[in-house]
């Protein structure tokens, strides 16, 4: 008997039966556009916070959704969604009706893309502009293939970290000689995306003109994962990774809309 026969009669698929309720449609699709912190998602989906939470905990079991302590406020903490885990599960929900709908997407970022005419100009930010930021405007320049001009900066920039080069190096590309930037240097520049890395930085975060789309991952700093670089590179590999995926999905949003600013 295959997969699909079998399936008739039972209930549904567990993405259908996580995703499924309105709320929680409601927060997985606030969660796809930014990161955010249980009052936020309140305030856009106007129900107590009681209720909020308690659907949080159902994406979360399911993992669907995960929480990060904040690093700006450890009292606080961010959500964000697994859309790798949400492909699959929807991929498998489409198997279990029909064989003929079991959608296999290609990894995120895969896909070879030909430059525009113009640029999409995307901002990276977190404090020290040393790890997290840096390792994402390389990323993306580099998955991109010329789509997107990439920048970078810090509300208090530090010398680029020496794990930084070292994983980046990994995955092919040279990044030594760098200098971090001050966000203050930037300011007046469009952007079609302004993107923090850092619960900190978030709080501070200047206005751009333009109106960019303002997206935040909440990543913690893997420098602070240990007293060495040879003890902290681990956390520098992981984050990297993150980012990667986090970018080919960004990519896949860029390709698909028309983003607030194109120069």
Same mark, same amino acid.
């Given at each position: ?43 856009? *989906? ?18 669907? *959704? ?5 690093? #700006? ?7 964000? &969604? ?39 100009? *995307?901002?990276?930010?977190c404090t020290g502009n040393s790890a997290r930021s840096p390792i994402a405007e390389a990323l993306i320049e580099d ?5 997107? &001009? ?16 070292? *994983? ?14 001050? &966000? ?35 990543? #913690? ?32 949003l860029i390709d698909t809309t028309t983003p607030p600013t194109r120069r």
């Amino acid at each position: 008997m295959n997969a699909a026969v079998a399936s008739r009669g039972q209930g549904p698929p567990e993405f259908l039966e996580l995703a499924g309720h309105p709320l929680r449609w409601r927060l997985l699709c606030e969660l796809t556009r930014s990161d955010r912190r249980v009052r936020e998602l309140t305030e856009l *989906v106007a129900e107590p916070q009681s209720l909020v939470s308690y659907h949080l905990g159902r994406l979360r079991s399911g993992r669907l *959704v995960s929480m990060r302590r904040s690093s #700006a406020d450890g009292r606080d903490a961010y959500y964000s &969604v697994d859309l790798v885990r949400c492909g699959r599960l929807l991929a498998g929900a489409g198997g279990a009706l029909h064989p003929g709908l079991r959608l296999i997407p290609p990894p995120p970022g895969s896909e070879r893309r030909s430059p525009p005419s113009t640029h999409v100009r *995307v901002l990276f930010l977190c404090t020290g502009n040393s790890a997290r930021s840096p390792i994402a405007e390389a990323l993306i320049e580099d998955l991109s293939g010329g789509t997107v &001009v990439a920048s970078s900066a810090g509300s208090h920039p530090k010398p680029l970290h020496p794990n930084t080069v070292r *994983v980046l190096r990994e995955r092919g590309i040279e990044w030594d000689g760098r200098r971090p930037r001050h &966000v203050d240097e930037l300011a007046g520049r469009r952007f079609g995306y302004v993107i923090s890395l850092c619960d900190r930085l978030r709080e501070v975060c200047p206005e751009f003109p333009g109106s960019p789309e303002t997206i935040h991952w909440s990543i #913690a700093d893997p420098a602070r994962d240990g007293d060495t670089d040879d003890e902290t590179y681990p956390a520098f590999q992981s984050t990297a990774a993150e980012l990667a995926t986090r970018i080919g999905f960004l990519l896949r949003l860029i390709d698909t809309t028309t983003p607030p600013t194109r120069r």
